[in-house]
């Protein structure tokens, strides 16, 4: 399976943007999430989302402000991110795997990786 990540860019302090990433073929993933890694820091989780079910989980950074979804036809999953914060500059990874909810939200709980979208927010 690939992950292939759009919708990155620039956007000012407040705006919105949406992540997509689409996965090749269907997956038998129990979990897909969003990572990012801004310069100098390690990755840190983002969001996920159960495969199966929907359940979400977010970090404390971005709850209230971005929104995981899925579209389980399309082998998709999106990110929308709206009242977008300096802090929020990063390059975003998708990802996927075999998680259990305990290691959901470290990258260790995924096994495939998009490319990365740069997202850029200016003050």
């Known amino acids: 399976v690939q992950l292939q990540a759009s919708g990155g860019g620039l956007a000012q302090a407040g705006a919105s943007l949406r992540l997509s990433c689409v996965a090749s073929e269907g997956t038998s993933s129990t979990y897909m999430g969003w990572f990012r890694q801004a310069p100098g820091k390690e990755r840190e989780f983002v969001a996920t989302?159960?495969?199966?079910?929907?359940?979400?989980y977010y970090s404390d950074s971005v709850k209230g402000r971005f929104t995981i979804s899925k579209d389980r036809a399309k082998n998709a999953i999106f990110l929308q991110m709206d009242s977008l914060k300096p802090e929020d500059t990063a390059i975003y990874y998708c990802a996927a795997g075999r998680a259990i909810l305990s290691s959901a939200t470290t990258p260790r709980g995924y096994n495939t990786w998009g490319q990365g979208t740069q997202v850029t927010v200016s003050s």
């Open positions: 989302i159960r495969w199966n079910g929907g359940h979400t």
